[in-house]
């Protein structure tokens, strides 16, 4: 859209071949540049067929942070994120990740992720 503006758009679909079980994500958003972060604001439809219950499906808005650095001369990124659905469920997730390329060709990269779901009758998404 502009130098500091841009708009992403993501569409997931994978099933599980021995079951049958399916997911599918859509994922639309706004990206900010400012100040060397990239702040993101975007909303997600999920939906996730089971073949022993029936379809779940969720609405959220999503909102993160990211940043490159160098660190020994390497690049590196840390990327952070917060997700809640809109509607009956409340759920949320919250994310924290880092990549650090350790070689020309080699990445390491880590992500730890926990999700919320104040409805005890269901798992989360």
């Known amino acids: 859209l502009t130098q500091t503006l841009s708009l992403d758009a993501e569409l997931i ?3 599980i071949l021995s079951s049958g079980d399916s997911d599918k994500s859509l994922q639309v958003g706004v990206d ?3 100040a060397g972060w990239t702040l993101r604001l975007g ?3 999920i939906e996730q067929e089971r ?6 499906d969720a609405n ?3 909102a993160g942070a990211g940043r490159s650095f160098v660190i020994l001369g390497k690049q590196g990124s840390i990327d952070m994120e917060l997700e809640r659905e809109l509607g ?3 759920r949320k997730r919250w994310s924290v990740g880092s ?3 350790a ?3 080699l990445s390491l990269y880590g992500n730890f992720a926990q999700i919320f779901n104040t409805q005890a009758d269901g798992p989360g998404i």
């Open 88 to 90: 009956e469920q409340d």
């Open 13 to 15: 679909e994978s099933t």
């Open 32 to 34: 900010y540049s400012v």
């Open 43 to 45: 909303g997600r439809r």
């Open 99 to 101: 990549s650090l390329q």
């Open 60 to 62: 959220t808005i999503v």
């Open 51 to 56: 073949q022993t219950s029936d379809v779940e």
């Open 103 to 105: 070689h020309e060709n």
